[in-house]
């Protein structure tokens, strides 16, 4: 009996064929993973957990104002995952290719051969007719069958290099990395030995370098501070500023201007408050000149609890003369109740304390300027 075609796939297991390569495939995935992390670890850290680090030495040749040159020692430690490749090898496909071919012929072949005669005679008067005949059968037949399958499963990996969340704390680490200075040696311009006196010379001169560094240092901090402090003062000066924008918009808009009486009454209003703007516009304008006036002539800060005069800054007043009222300009003072002046008040007094550190700080490195070429000069 001859299977049919369709029968012959009806005994494979198609979901071990596909499935288990895939299966095998996420296997070595989280295999290959793990072979990441665990180089990460080992090689990477120290036992206790600390970043295992390279340390490399080198020197660094500077020239001074003085003619004379450095010879530095420097050494800095780079992290050893910056400096060997990690393994990061990855599945990236999985081909699954079955094909499977049927064959069939049928083919029988057998004899059978018969045969068979007869006669027969006839008188038809003058003439007798006689008849003969014979019967023959052949039967072939053949039969063959052919089955063939192939199965084939391609993996391809690559290496993904620096896992994205290792490079971004790698990065971190770099920016961390700076060389340090393990020793210094001051020699003359053609890298020799320099006498006592010279040396001694050369020796204060590069002290003094030093401390001017760290001066400057100090100085772009306290200017950095002085900045933040002044865009505070400036914030905090728009918000009043702010106030009296929104209260001229509602006493203009609760005005009738068909009536002759507020029609004037806007017209004062407006001329009034085109006054007191351009006296805070101008505190935005010249906030960091006008607060290094007031550091210049305030001997302590403490006592500065006021709102400069320096700023002149306005504030609108609300008179009523014969029945008619009208808005005139005044002095911006501290009001019973409100807060907002004590804030600017208090905005002020930490700019012009940065303003006063600051100067501080500029005369310290003028002194030392002044010292060194008084060195440099003998």
């Known amino acids: ?30 295999l290959l993973a793990n072979s990441t992390a665990d180089f990460i670890n080992k090689v990477g850290f120290e036992p206790d957990g600390k970043l295992r680090t390279v340390a490399f030495g080198y020197q660094k040749r500077s020239v001074n ?17 910056a400096i060997v490749p990690i393994p990061n090898l990855q599945i990236d496909e999985v081909n699954i290719l079955f094909d499977m071919e049927v064959k069939q012929s049928e083919k029988s072949e057998s004899e059978l051969d018969l045969s068979a005669s007869a006669s027969a005679s006839l008188n038809l ?7 003969s005949g014979s019967v023959s059968a052949h039967q072939s037949q053949t039969r ?40 210094s040696t001051i ?15 050369a020796e204060k001169l590069k002290k003094l370098r030093q401390e001017m560094s760290q001066i400057d240092n100090r100085l772009s901090a306290a200017r950095s501070s002085l900045e933040d402090n002044i865009m ?3 914030r905090v000066a728009k918000t009043q500023q702010n106030v009296f924008q929104t209260n001229m918009t509602a006493f203009l808009n609760g005005l009738d201007k068909d009536k002759e009486e507020d029609t004037k009454k ?25 607060i290094r006036m007031i550091a210049d002539g305030c001997q302590d800060v403490e006592t500065l609890t006021e709102i400069s005069d320096v700023f002149a800054l306005l504030d609108i007043k609300s008179d009523t003369v014969d029945g008619v009222e009208k808005y005139t300009q005044t002095k911006y003072e501290n009001k019973e109740g409100e807060n907002q002046y004590k804030t600017i008040a208090a905005a002020q007094k930490n700019a012009v304390a940065a303003q006063k ?3 501080e700080v500029e005369k310290e490195l003028f002194d030392k300027k002044e010292e060194y070429n008084s060195t440099v000069s003998g």
């Open 144 to 183: 063959s069958s052919d089955n063939s399958a192939k199965y084939h499963v391609d993996v391809r990996a690559t290496n993904h290099g620096v896992p994205e969340g290792l490079a971004r704390v790698l990065d971190m680490m770099a920016a961390n990395v700076a060389p340090s200075l393990v020793g």
């Open 125 to 131: 008067g003058l003439f007798k007719v006689s008849i």
């Open 232 to 234: 505070q003062f400036k």
């Open 266 to 290: 806007a017209e004062s209003y407006e001329n009034t408050f085109a006054a007191v703007s351009q006296s805070w516009n101008n505190l935005q304008n010249q906030a960091g000149n006008l």
């Open 65 to 81: 104002e003085d003619g004379t040159t450095n010879l530095d020692e420097m050494n800095v430690a780079v992290p050893m995952l």
């Open 1 to 30: 009996m001859i299977m049919a075609i369709g029968e012959q796939f009806a005994g494979l297991d198609m979901k071990q064929l596909i499935g288990g390569p895939l299966s095998a495939a996420a296997e070595s995935s989280t």
């Open 187 to 201: 020699r003359d311009e053609n890298g020799q030995s320099l006498p006592d006196a010279s040396r001694a010379k």
């Open 357 to 359: 550190k600051v100067s």
